[in-house]
């Protein structure tokens, strides 16, 4: 469990991954109406950078709009989406492996150093024009690296 800004976060797996659930409870959260059905979030896995954005690039070929939120978050990169009920549906692709995803959240990703998870906000339109121009995905997977980048109005 974590606590950032008055967010609560819990992460449960059933294997050697980091997490395959994530419960939140966020400020101003309210319960949903009795009976009411639906899923509020649903993650796939990405095996690739490339993958990550040959999906994001077919998808706006589709017609969909830019995914509302798109974040590296240190131990992972997502593009969070809306289905038509509102739902979020996370794309996104492990930056690491899982024993060093373990290690990363568990010792840097909620301390001070690590910054705010906004810091590492970017653009999906950008990322796909640093990847197809051949930026390095060890650069493009880099927390670091990527908050250069969109202080630098590259990403």
Not at 1 to 13: D, I, Q
Not at 47 to 60: D, H, N
Not at 78 to 94: A, C, F, I, K
């Amino acid at each position: 469990r974590a606590e950032v800004n008055g967010l609560y976060l819990t992460f449960m797996s059933y294997d050697d991954h980091d997490h395959r659930i994530v419960i939140l409870k966020q400020p101003g959260w309210k319960p949903r109406p009795e009976g009411a059905i639906g899923v509020s979030h649903l993650a796939f896995g990405y095996a690739s950078l490339g993958e990550l954005m040959y999906l994001y690039k077919r998808m706006r070929e589709l017609g969909y709009d830019k995914p509302p939120y798109c974040v590296n978050h240190g131990n992972s990169t997502s593009l969070y989406w809306r289905d038509p009920d509102g739902n979020q549906v996370e794309t996104m692709m492990d930056n690491f492996s899982p024993s060093e995803t373990e290690n990363y959240k568990r010792h840097y990703q909620f301390s001070a150093a690590f910054g705010e998870m906004d810091e590492a906000r970017f653009d999906p339109d950008k990322m796909l024009a640093l990847f197809e121009a051949g930026t390095p995905d060890t650069t493009l997977l880099d927390r670091e690296e990527v908050r250069r980048l969109v202080r630098e109005g590259k990403l």
